[in-house]
């Protein structure tokens, strides 16, 4: 019989598949630095997932796909091999508003436990003391750290910094300092942190902070705030402000809550003031934490008139008794003593309605005589679960920890544990993709950050491999510094950061240069 066209065809497909086969895989390569194959990929961006092989080389994907090669190719050119099967490669999660000191816990492994690889440092008005702020990126990055690091300015401390500290009337001369220092740090920062609700920034007026505003859009970077009051009744009015600062520069607010506000209706207030307000042409965003007790400063319960060290002094000598009132009242608006958890020796771990009672003291007195403004950091338990859960769900809401190393708080070691675990897989509030988009590419784009928060070619390799079922935060408010478990793997720069539980020797991070 004489060979027909159908059997050459299929003798050309067969040869031409077994060539394909011994081709090295990616060829350009000399060898490919990680390779996760049999992976769930979700892409950040929210979309279906689908089922792909992940190749890296250097720091960069280089590959996104069903990948085939033979056994040499695989055992001579690829230095880390890492079965994903029925389990999930997400990018790695970026912390819209974070804390820590890298130059002290470098490892970061709190955020590295819970899938994190960008953190956000210099929050809520303050950054390191430095000038320029330069000199001690340079510290960190000589150190090392971790994840990476998104930087941000303090407002605080450039008020301190520029001469103008508490001033609620800053001279000319020191506000063109503070504005030109800005201005400078601007060129290596993600943008300016505002913190009113604290000293120095509460002196802040309006008219100040629209000067902020105009050189921080001058350069097309974000106003981060914690805006002036968090509590319902001066919500409005405090998000009004930063609207107001963003009539010049994109503008976000930090950990949003409404203390004392409550239901599914007063979130839809609240997140209809924003929508509102993109539609207006502002570019507002927001950041959130699974959680109903916030974790601050003692200062927080205290007046503006008694904050810092001297007011309190005057205070505590001219008006001890309206202190006591205020602090009374203020205390028992946000929920009473028991409300307040004590995170500072020698009192972590106690309410403030264990330490009055042991002290045989007003929790009042106990605020005055014994802790003082600046003596104690504490969480406290004032928002509703409702009205919170509300807020997560909306995709306009980032999350963000607010956590740290050393906070005594759950958030700062199981925040996006617990998106995972509680509000994905237990109680189904929100999809698998959207859970990732919300913690990867929709926080890459409020930081204008291009090259990470999306899985495809080109794009820098901050990976996750995780189980769902495995994932859990298992940080509690009387034990909140357990690791979280499920993320098998974590990826920083192309490089190994942590897997089954080991962070790596190499501290993988960078400190970020804005575009």
Sequence with gaps: MKPTKTLYLGLAVFLSACQQAQQ?????????????????????LGNA??????????????????????????????????????????????????HGNPLQTPAMKNFLAMGVTTITLGQDGYSPDFNPLSTWLDNVSAKGIGTNLAM??????????????????????????MLEMLDDTLEYTFGLSTGLEYNPGLNAKLPELKALAEVVGSHDKLIMSHIRNEDDQHLEASIAELLEQGQSSRVHVSHLKSVYGAGTDRANEILAILREARLKGIDITADIYPYNASYTGIGILFPVWAKTLEQFNLAKKNRRAELAEYLRNRVNQRN??????????????????????????????VLIDVIGPSGASGAYFVMDDVLQTSLIQDPIIGIGSDGSPTGFHPRGHATFAKIIETYVYDKQLLSMAEAIRKMTSYAASILNISDRGTIKVGMVADLIVFDPENVKANATYPQPFQLADGFDLVVVNGKIARQNGALSELLAGKVLVPE
């Design 24 to 44: 090295p895989f990616l060829p350009q390569y000399d060898g490919i630095d990680l390779f996760i194959e049999n992976g769930q990929v979700f892409d950040g």
């Design 49 to 98: 997932p689908f089922n792909a092989d992940i190749a890296v080389v250097g720091d960069k994907i280089v590959f996104v796909g069903n990948a085939s090669f033979s056994e040499k190719d695989m055992s001579n050119r690829i230095r880390h091999h890492i079965d994903a099967k029925e389990r999930i490669i997400a990018p790695g999660f970026i912390d819209l508003h974070s």
């Design 152 to 177: 941000f300015v303090g407002h605080g401390s450039l008020r301190n910094q520029s001469g103008i500290g508490i001033s609620d009337s800053p001279e000319q001369e020191h506000m063109n300092q």
């Design 336 to 365: 009473g003593p028991s409300a307040t958890l004590l995170g500072t020796e020698p009192w972590t771990g106690k309410t403030l309605a264990n330490l009055s009672h042991e002290l045989e003291m007003s929790f009042e007195d």
